[in-house]
């Protein structure tokens, strides 16, 4: 039997094997190590003393930027004298190259087709978009593989989505990430592999979207088979050398599930949980909103900004309603400035905030009160997620959430896109 | 390695968020440990004892990479099992030093505050309250030897990768 993408890619890492299957307990070469601003907390970090390789360290301040309190501010000068110590080149820690990791690593060609990158955080699987075998680890994961230069994977088997058709004008491939948890539930152990001929009409911010949702999967990897649009988006920003992975004709999978992307439609995950727990966004009525989002590793990309801006034009943020959106990074927020969608989005009543992990992490920056409700586009919906634990939060699209904002109640965006 | 003791069943899905709120992220390791649980089954650590165990349903600590684990080890819990658990809990299982064991059926094996046996070399769970038992995923041995010797932390500060805490 032949090996899928994921399976292919950390059998070329593997330091003591060719081939991997499901069950095996492989140990791989880590070709980048990603570091954030978390790693660097007061009485979390520990002192390093030896990287193995300071090219293959990534830096970047994201879950706390601006400097929430003293406690990340201190955190913050710890990261910046590692940086220094080790000459770490690759950082992004504040300004314009400053982003969400996951989102920074994907504007930076990071991710090469083929190589094995870790972070010690969940959406890391987001570089999945890249061909990339890319997961989150723990931080003592992470301090493992930037001082040895290694890291263990447990093999699970692969299930294969196999996309046909290109989605609606009002869907996004956040509703296509909510049908796939609402009808398929978790692949705890699992990897998903997405490919088929409706991959080619999903942008790179598209894919990386539904990548980045993995985690909520419970997916061990989550995998794009590669494509030319995949391959040209990496060398327009990395020019190093890489071979991308493809599936062998004959790979095992212990599923293949063919979605129709022409049939995908809006939907909304109710509160505390987005496996088997989504209706259609218009089934979902008489909820009204104290806070609307759209930001995140998952959903800050121009192109959701975009929709924002254009359900947006010429309307109004409901009267009691917040609104917030954030940028994925610095780069985009300077981008989405240029192409006037902060203003009508600021017209609107709605508040820009600087690329931050911000109101999706509940750190800051829009933290939900008790009893408040919330729908947002961004990776999670957790019980105390955003905020106290009473608080409701409901997840849709970024055109869902806009047009929730204007309506001050949860709604389909379809009206709002004409 | 083996554990034996008092069990607390949790249902499927059991995230991350639960075992460690978002507003306790950046306290001390104590004082992440004193909310375990809080929006769930508010008043449940009044109850525990040091060495209890952990029985979960499926797909168990799903979420975030926060050191979830390393509250529960923090507050007693000799260890778990789950019918399933989540790739990336499962490493902070091992490299924070808590053990965790993945057994198909485990859930409905056991009542609240039966006593459970995990074999986790062996990848087997016995309710020594019925006397079932039920045979999961064993943990590989290096692994197990990092679960064991309490995660990656004591190794790297032996190899002289990462200075002493504090």
Known sequence: ?418 | MKIEGRVWKFGDNINTDLILPGRAMYFSAEDQAKCVFEANRPGWLDGIAPGDIVIGGENFGTGSSRPAARSLKTIGIAGMAAGSINGLFFRNCVNWGFPALECAGVFDAFDEGDIAGIDLAAGTVENLTTGVTLTGRPVPEVLLKTMAAGGVFPLLQSEGLIAPAG
């Open chain 1, 1 to 418: 039997m032949g090996m899928t993408a994921i399976e292919k890619i950390l059998a070329r890492a593997a330091v003591d094997r060719d081939a991997v299957r499901p069950g095996d307990l492989v140990v791989v070469r880590v070709d980048t190590a990603v570091l954030y601003d978390n790693n660097f907390t007061p009485g979390l970090w520990r002192d390093v003393l030896k990287v193995h390789d300071p090219d293959r360290v990534v830096v970047v301040m994201d879950h706390r930027v601006p400097s929430m309190d003293i406690n990340s501010a201190t955190g913050w000068k710890t990261a910046r004298a590692f940086v220094e110590k080790f000459g770490i080149e690759r950082h992004h820690l504040f300004g314009e190259n400053q982003g969400i990791s996951h989102v920074v690593v994907a504007e930076n060609g990071y991710a090469l087709p083929g190589t094995v990158l870790v972070c010690g955080d969940s959406h890391t699987c987001s570089a999945g978009a890249f061909n990339c075998a890319a997961r989150g680890t723990g931080y003592p994961d992470m301090v493992y593989a930037v001082t040895k230069g290694e890291t263990w994977f447990r093999v699970g088997e692969t299930v294969r989505y196999e996309f046909t058709g290109a989605m609606p004008a009002n869907v996004s491939t956040k509703d296509v990430f909510l049908f796939l948890a609402d009808h398929y539930g978790e692949h705890a152990g699992m990897n998903v592999e997405f490919g088929g001929p409706g991959i080619a009409s999903l942008s790179i911010d598209a894919r990386r979207t539904l990548t980045t949702m993995g985690a909520e999967l419970s997916a061990e990897f989550a995998t794009f088979e590669p494509d030319e649009a995949m391959l040209d988006y990496v060398r327009a920003r990395n020019d190093a050398p890489f071979e991308a992975q493809y599936p062998d004709a004959d790979a095992d999978y212990a599923d293949i599930r063919t979605v129709d992307l022409a049939a995908m439609e809006p939907l909304v995950a109710l509160p505390d949980a987005v496996l088997n727990n989504a209706k259609p966004a218009g089934a979902v009525t008489g909820v009204r909103l104290d806070q609307c989002f759209v930001g995140s590793c998952a959903n800050g990309t121009i192109e959701d900004i975009a929709t924002v801006a254009q359900v947006l034009k010429g309307r109004k943020v409901a009267k009691g309603t917040r609104f917030l959106v954030t940028p994925g990074t610095q780069r985009i927020y300077l981008e989405a400035v240029k192409a006037g969608y902060v203003e009508t989005i600021l017209e609107a009543g709605a508040v820009f905030t600087p690329a931050t992990c911000g109101a999706c992490s509940g750190a800051h920056m829009g933290v939900l009160g008790p009893d408040e409700a919330c729908i947002t586009a961004s990776t999670r919906n957790f019980k105390g997620r955003m905020g106290d634990n009473s608080a409701k939060i409901y997840m849709g699209s970024p055109a869902t959430v806009a047009a929730s904002a204007v309506a001050g109640e949860i709604s389909d965006p379809t009206p709002f896109l004409g």
